[in-house]
């Protein structure tokens, strides 16, 4: 929370906050697990979850961040199952002493007290190694194992998430009786609703951005927002995910792309950007551009509530800029539906977007979402992070407290 | 309950502060690693009116990281229905129980006594309606966790490379839970290596022990509530004294026949005094013969000697179209 975090070096100081989100132990490519020859149950193994960890934190990366739906969404010939974050990461967090940690609550299916004390308790055991990040679930299938019948409307959502957040506070200070351990929420996506409540509350936001002027876009109005809240412009980190597969040569890492990434199919592949959109483009011609008007629809659309706005803008943003024709646009949907930048090439060219969007003020840092794991996390340690240090963006040892960058 | 000719096992509740020690005392840690115990409940002084204020921590995140210090002692964390649901519980400790390999179990109880008195179970933020906090939602609430834990077949994730199916989906089963509680599942965790973890529920009586059974392993009672005659699961007496001897102990303990199971109430001593009740008075409870030391099962159901849970999803849909 605000005042609880060391000062954040600005100006000519500046570093980059690096963290990783591990979508599942696959990585964010449908056939990733494919690339692995390790066993079937791995997702469940410890072995491999320590692995994982300790990769980071040779990577010195600030955080090891786990989304969580309580519910298996997703494709089952792919590896959806998934431990529940909290309990796994506290179980990691012994087995490292630098790595921070972010794990995913939803504000509409947990309970603040109960939160309140799991994440004191988390912060008392890791030395304050701690955040979390508060969702509103936006999916139908969780509240149907809560007894709720339907999703409620995002105003709601939203609005319970603001007295979670505050609920939370209040008992964090009771629970933690003047012992000093911080309480660091950071918040992902970027809805006007979440972005208001991060720009009062969050120490960063890890946000979907496909295009370096977007990210600035998002990231000066999230610092302007802070001011009125009486916080510094320095106070909040903007981190953009990006979906990484990185290979020696550009050749070798669009193959491996393309080999995990499950075949191309037009027909389902514009059925995933229409979901992205919220609007259909069944009927358009492969050969034409989306139409202005359907793309102001998508823009303006906030009837659907189960789409993140912050993934819809962020791509809408992309397809205007490209101005290709829908065949094109199509192949440039992340697989997951999501709206993250999605970077194919090699560590040269991956720390160089890197510099660049940091350096040019578009982003505090990056959230890198490996597309093969852990193929693409040691990759990333062992070539890209020696080239963010070499240039002096990217911190060699860890500091004091969780967002020192 | 169980195979009459055997003593009852030891099992010990201990406190925060005798559990913080665990983490930077090895030779504590060591002691307890080798007791012989059962099993070890973390926070079930919430279940007691006296003892409730001392809960300062979080079990199952406790469980979490001590169970990385301790790499045999099994651990069962404690939870009221009050502050969580069955599904949140039920994922956290499934997760626990892999990350063990087979040591995790959670005794479920109805109130949390350091907590606000309400009178319905928590529900999903005021989405939904809590069911009333009593013993039939404990009842129902162990039959959803228990229903949930069955509901992903680990055999189900053959992982196939040839032809990319990773799971086959028709073998995850959806659960439909329909009483106090309404789940309907799948559930997010595959089996855990012990099948199931060990589910306990703390009973307010002699009386309501009798109506648990459906998916659950452990029933728990306080010593002067009398014991329960005829009940399917394991019957666990919690003993609570004000100072902790083997003498004493092991008579209580002769006065208790019939009972599977003995949990100690070691939530209130310090370091010190679990370093001597392990070291000194367990090791004579049982050469004295009142008590058995645990098996040397690698998962705590093998050691407690407990059946592979019921089947409790045999009609259930699959939870994945074709």
Redesign the interface.
């Known amino acids: 929370m605000t005042g609880t975090s060391p000062a954040r070096g600005g100006g000519a100081d500046r570093r980059l906050f690096i963290g990783a989100n591990v979508a599942n132990s696959g990585g964010t490519l449908p056939y990733a697990w494919t690339r692995s020859a390790t066993a079937a149950t791995d997702p469940h193994d410890p072995v491999l979850w320590r692995r994982i960890a300790e990769t980071l934190e040779r990577g010195v990366f600030h955080a090891f961040f786990l989304g969580d739906i309580p519910h298996p969404v997703g494709r089952p010939d792919t590896t959806l199952s998934k431990l529940e974050p909290t309990t796994l990461l506290a179980r990691l967090a012994a087995q490292t002493s630098g790595l921070g940690f972010a794990t995913t609550i939803s504000s509409s299916l947990n309970e603040p007290f109960e939160i309140a004390r799991k994440i004191h308790t988390l912060q008392r055991l890791s030395g304050g190694r701690f955040a979390v990040n508060i969702v509103t679930t936006a999916q139908r299938e969780p509240y149907q194992n809560f007894g709720i019948d339907e999703v409620p409307a995002r105003p709601e959502r939203y609005a319970r998430a603001v007295s979670f957040v505050e609920e939370l506070i209040d008992h964090w200070a009771r629970i933690d009786a003047g012992a000093g351990l911080p309480l660091h929420l950071l918040q992902a996506g970027g809805s006007p609703q979440g972005v208001a409540l991060a720009a009062e509350r969050a120490d960063a936001v890890y946000g979907s951005a496909s295009t370096r002027d977007y990210s600035a876009g998002l990231r000066s109005t999230l610092r302007s927002l802070a001011t009125g809240f009486g916080r510094r412009e320095d106070d909040i980190l903007f981190v953009p995910g990006v979906n990484v597969t990185i290979g020696a040569t550009q050749a070798e890492a669009e193959q491996l792309f393309d080999r995990y990434a499950g075949g191309f199919d037009s027909e389902t592949a514009t059925a995933r950007l229409s979901d992205l959109l919220g609007v259909s483009l069944a009927g358009l011609s492969q050969t034409s551009r989306i139409p202005e008007e359907l793309l102001v629809e998508a823009l303006e659309g906030t009837a659907d509530q189960t789409q993140s706005i912050a993934h819809r803008r962020s791509f809408i943003t992309l397809i205007r800029e490209l101005d290709e024709p829908l065949s094109d646009v199509i192949r440039r949907v992340d697989l997951n539906g999501s709206g993250h930048l999605t970077f194919v090439g090699t560590a040269e060219r991956l720390a160089e977007l890197i510099r660049t969007w940091f350096r040019t003020g578009a982003a505090d840092g990056f959230i890198i979402r490996p597309q093969s794991v852990p193929h693409d996390l040691e990759a990333f340690v062992d070539t890209v992070v020696p080239l963010l240090q070499e240039s002096g963006d990217f911190h060699r040892e860890y500091g004091e407290g969780f967002f020192a960058v | 309950m169980t195979d009459q000719g055997r003593k009852p096992y030891l099992a010990l509740s201990i406190g925060a502060e005798a559990a913080l020690a665990l983490?930077d005392d090895a030779a504590l840690a060591q002691a307890l690693d080798r007791s012989g115990l059962g099993f070890v409940v973390l926070g079930a002084e919430r279940f007691t009116e006296d003892a409730a204020a001392r809960v300062r921590?979080?079990p199952?995140?406790?469980a979490?990281?001590l169970?990385?210090?301790l790499p045999t002692t099994a651990i069962i964390v404690a939870a009221a229905l009050q502050?969580?649901?069955p599904?949140?519980l039920a994922?956290?400790v499934?997760?626990?129980d892999?990350?063990t390999?087979g040591r995790s179990g959670l005794l479920l109880g109805v109130t949390d006594r350091g907590?606000p008195a309400v009178e319905r179970a928590?529900?999903?933020?005021?989405?939904?309606?809590g069911a009333p906090l009593d013993e039939e939602t404990l009842r129902d609430a162990a039959l959803a966790i228990a229903r949930l834990w069955q509901s992903?077949p680990?055999e189900s994730?053959?992982?196939d490379?040839r032809t990319?199916?990773?799971?086959e989906?028709e073998r995850?089963l959806r659960v439909e839970h329909d009483g106090r509680?309404?789940?309907?599942?799948?559930?997010?965790?595959?089996t855990t290596p012990q099948g199931s973890p060990v589910l306990a529920v703390r009973a307010e009586s002699a009386v309501s022990a009798a109506h648990h059974g459906d998916g659950v392993d452990l029933v728990v009672v306080a010593e002067g509530e009398g014991l329960p005659e005829g009940i399917r699961p394991h019957l666990v007496v919690e003993l609570r004294r004000e100072g902790i001897d083997a003498g004493s102990l092991a008579e209580a303990v002769g006065a208790l026949g019939g009972a599977d199971g003995i949990l100690l109430d070691a939530s209130a001593i310090d370091a010190g005094a679990l370093l001597r009740l392990l070291t000194e008075d367990v090791p004579r409870l049982f050469a004295a013969g009142a008590l058995s030391r645990s098996g040397a099962g690698p998962t705590l159901r093998s050691r407690l000697g407990l059946p592979a849970p019921a089947p409790l999803l045999a009609d259930a849909a699959p939870?994945?179209g074709a």
């Not at chain 2, 990319?164 to 799971?167: D, F, K, L, Q, T």
């Not at chain 2, 509680?181 to 595959?190: A, D, M």
């Open positions: 983490l921590l979080d199952s995140v406790l979490a990281r169970s990385a210090t502050r969580d649901h599904y949140n994922r956290r499934a997760t626990d892999h990350v390999g907590a928590w529900g999903g933020a005021g989405l939904g309606d992903w680990i994730i053959v992982a490379r990319r199916v990773y799971a989906a995850i509680y309404r789940i309907s599942g799948p559930f997010t965790v595959p939870a994945f």
